[in-house]
């Protein structure tokens, strides 16, 4: 994961700021480029003033440059970029021209009155992206990644390489995988088949049987304390239902530690 975009301004700049030096913390461990992102509009006019234009992306580059002037880099090169329009637009167009390989996105806050795990935007890009997403929940501070506990209903990988990124975090931080099996009430028995590169990664496996994947990793994760919690976002099942609306309650999901989401697992 050479390419990591970090978009601020979707929550206040000081919890934006502790997901970007966790972001540089991964970066530094997979010996990756962090791009800060935040999005400009061009002022509303008749006719082309390119002059105008480059003054106020020059601004939002000013901006997000004193916003993280203060982060800890660790000899990590952060690079601040201006997206124009739409984030949700601009991203994949930033995608074709800088393959980016994870997005490091933020939860809500962790207030109990506030309902929502992921907020329309944040629920938007892992729903609608195919980059895959790493979750920090509200002023997490980062501790070494040494246990992974990955949490699947089916065993079956269809897409080639949606594996990379946790391949990526376990060697490039020498940590050990659990595989948890959350076996609903739609369980079929070619779920039980576990692609090779999955029983290649994984230091031990427990199923488990339950309402939802959800319930399923509520009831392990004490259990198992891991430092990140792995996921796909599959086109069926239980986390397409979680995704469709773009914003996610905390009542159907919620991670308290950081959240991996794969993409493509039954493409």
């Known amino acids: 994961?050479?390419?990591?975009?970090?978009?601020?301004?979707?929550?206040?700049?000081?919890?934006?700021?502790?997901?970007?030096?966790?972001?540089?913390?991964?970066?530094e461990k997979l010996g990756g480029t962090i791009y800060a992102i935040e999005v400009f509009k061009k002022p509303a006019r008749t006719g082309s003033l390119p002059l105008v234009d480059k003054a106020v992306k020059d601004i939002t580059?000013?901006?997000?440059?004193?916003?993280?002037?203060?982060?800890?880099?660790?000899?990590?090169?952060?690079?601040?970029?201006?997206?124009?329009?739409?984030?949700?637009?601009a991203i994949p167009e930033f995608n074709l021209k800088h393959s980016i390989d994870l997005i490091i996105l933020g939860t809500e806050s962790t207030d109990i009155r506030n309902p929502y795990f992921l907020g329309e935007i944040?629920?938007?890009?892992?729903?609608?992206t195919e980059i895959p997403t790493l979750i920090?929940?509200?002023?997490?501070?980062?501790?070494?990644?040494?246990?992974?506990?990955?949490?699947?209903?089916?065993?079956?990988?269809?897409k080639q390489n949606a594996l990379n990124p946790i391949k990526e975090v376990l060697n490039a931080c020498n940590a050990e995988m659990k595989l948890l099996q959350v076996k609903t009430v739609n369980f079929l028995t070619e779920d039980s088949e576990?692609?090779?590169?999955?029983?290649?990664?994984?230091?031990?496996?427990?199923?488990?049987?339950?309402?939802?994947?959800?319930?399923?990793?509520?009831?392990?994760?004490?259990?198992?304390n891991p430092d990140l919690l792995c996921v796909f976002r599959r086109r069926r099942g239980f986390f397409a239902k979680l995704w469709e609306n773009n914003s996610v309650l905390?009542?159907?999901?919620?991670?308290?530690?950081?959240?991996?989401v794969l993409k493509g697992a039954d493409q």
């Open 1 to 27: 994961m050479k390419n990591i975009l970090v978009p601020l301004g979707l929550s206040e700049v000081s919890i934006s700021l502790n997901r970007l030096q966790y972001a540089v913390h991964i970066a």
């Open 250 to 260: 905390k009542k159907d999901f919620e991670s308290r530690i950081p959240l991996l």
């Open 194 to 224: 576990f692609h090779k590169d999955i029983a290649a990664l994984v230091t031990s496996y427990k199923s488990s049987e339950n309402g939802t994947l959800f319930q399923g990793v509520l009831e392990h994760l004490n259990e198992n």
């Open 61 to 89: 580059v000013s901006s997000i440059e004193k916003k993280i002037a203060d982060i800890d880099r660790k000899g990590v090169h952060i690079i601040a970029y201006p997206l124009e329009g739409d984030l949700l637009e």
């Open 136 to 158: 920090i929940p509200e002023n997490y501070s980062y501790k070494p990644i040494n246990k992974v506990l990955m949490a699947i209903k089916s065993g079956h990988i269809r």
């Open 122 to 128: 944040s629920g938007s890009l892992v729903k609608k």
